[in-house]
């Protein structure tokens, strides 16, 4: 049987049974793209709790409204179940599982490797796969397609069709989403890249071929390290400034003004968040076992890791010049989420800076609309009811996380001492004794 044609024509036809495993903040959007685009979609994830909230017509997803859920699975296009033996009917499988990093900083690939023995047991000959999950490259060739095959009479190709295709999910973001971001898809072999092009295709605005996974892989980390790299820079040029006594911000925007040879890149308080922290360490890893060092992303690194502590420093320093020391005073850190107006605390600097203000002896509170409690680690914390109250009462506000729902002229006029580590009062706080900057 030519399977490379049945599940082509399938794709065209929009009569491909898809899977998506993994209903985090990339897996949901995509199985819902799928099944807006016609396809009958089923998403898998382990996690009951999902599950039910799927069923019931509810999203835990900030991009994805309940709405939206409520009229694919009335519909039947949307299904969702933590059954891994759906694998079987399926013709078609997107993976998309976290790949964090272990506290040593090496790749954790538990999700995946787990991911790949539950469709192991369910592969069979007319299938295609994309793993979306961002990891270093040779990942799918050499994990997924050896674990898959191994043992089996399927030929890549031929009866299984594999590719990379990297997330690149902005959670929050309304003008570049799942649907017209453009996709980049390498597979491991032509048959495979034009399979998984073509099912991709059917839901996509735009896909973006290249000639293997391994190069999939390596765009998706050069775009995060890129990024990585450019706020280190950034974040230094803020503590150069703090010497020189000039305001980075003033700096930055001037900067900006030219129309070419510049990208706007902003310093603040740490890396956040599920990409930009953790994908260009896993590029370093993998050098590491090859006998070569990412000088950059080993320096960016160290940069972006120190902020936290940067930060603690320059408020303690901003407290003592109001005659304060930070041992009992009362400090309220405003947004804790690791970008605006997203409910997200991966990897968030505002943990590390609340934990260092713990160390130094602070009364810290936090308030953020999007996150009502947070218990990691050591740390657990209610975000603070009364705001104005708070705001009022504290010795010093840190904006951490600029969310767009703050009203910072209020902000402004309440608050005893700010220090503001977003820019987010901007030109109101310019020469005001109350507000300090990063």
């Known amino acids: ?56 017509g509810k999203s835990y997803v900030l991009d994805v409204p309940d709405e939206t859920i409520q009229i694919l699975t009335a519909s039947g296009k949307l299904k969702a179940t ?27 690939l538990s999700y995946i490797l787990s991911v790949a023995d539950s469709l192991k047991e369910y592969v069979h000959p007319g299938m295609a796969i994309v793993l979306e999950s961002t990891t270093y490259p040779g990942t799918t060739r050499e994990m997924i397609l050896t674990k898959l095959t191994d043992g089996t009479n399927l030929k890549i190709g031929e009866d299984l069709f594999l590719a990379f295709s990297p997330e690149r999910v902005d959670p929050g973001r309304a003008d570049y989403t799942t649907i017209n971001t453009p996709k980049v898809i390498g597979g491991i072999t ?66 900006s003004t030219k129309p070419f040879g510049f990208m706007k890149f902003q310093p603040g308080p740490g890396l956040g968040g599920h990409c930009i922290p953790i994908d260009p360490l896993y590029l370093s890893w993998k050098l590491k076992t090859l006998n070569y060092s990412t000088r950059f992303i080993n320096l960016a690194s160290e940069i972006n890791t120190g902020m936290p502590r940067y930060t603690v420093s320059k408020i303690q320093d901003a407290l003592n010049q109001h005659k304060k020391p930070i041992n009992g005073s009362k400090v309220l850190v405003l947004g804790v989420s690791y970008k605006p107006d997203i409910d997200d605390l991966r990897e968030s600097p505002a943990l590390d800076i609340i934990h260092l203000l713990h160390e130094k002896g602070a009364q810290v ?7 009502p409690s947070i218990n990691h680690d050591e740390i657990r914390m209610q975000s603070v009811a009364d705001l104005d109250k708070a705001v009022k009462e504290a010795d010093c506000v840190v904006i951490v996380t600029n969310h767009s729902l703050y009203d910072y002229p209020k902000l402004l006029q309440d608050a005893k001492l700010i220090f503001d580590a977003r820019n987010a009062i901007g030109a109101l706080g310019k020469d005001n004794p109350k507000v300090v900057k990063l």
């Open 365 to 371: 509170q936090y308030h953020d609309p999007f996150i």
């Open 82 to 108: 933590s059954d891994f033996s759906v694998l079987k009917e399926l013709d078609a499988v997107s993976i998309c599982v976290p790949t964090p990093l272990r506290k040593t900083g090496d790749p954790d």
């Open 1 to 56: 049987m030519n399977y490379t044609k049945d599940l082509i024509e399938k794709f065209i036809h929009k009569t491909a049974r898809i899977g998506v495993l993994g209903l985090g903040y990339v897996g949901l959007p995509l199985a819902v793209v799928f099944a807006q685009a016609g396809f009958e979609v089923t998403g898998i994830d382990p996690i009951e709790e999902k599950i039910k909230k799927l069923q019931q």
């Open 190 to 255: 032509p048959a495979c890249l034009e399979v998984t092009s073509c099912w991709y295709g059917q839901a996509l605005q735009k896909v973006v071929p290249v000639s293997s996974a391994e190069v999939a892989e390596m765009a998706k980390l050069l775009e995060n390290t890129f990024r990585m790299i450019n706020i280190g820079l950034v974040n230094e040029m803020a503590m150069m400034c703090d010497r020189l006594g000039v305001d980075v911000w003033e700096v930055i925007d001037a900067a």
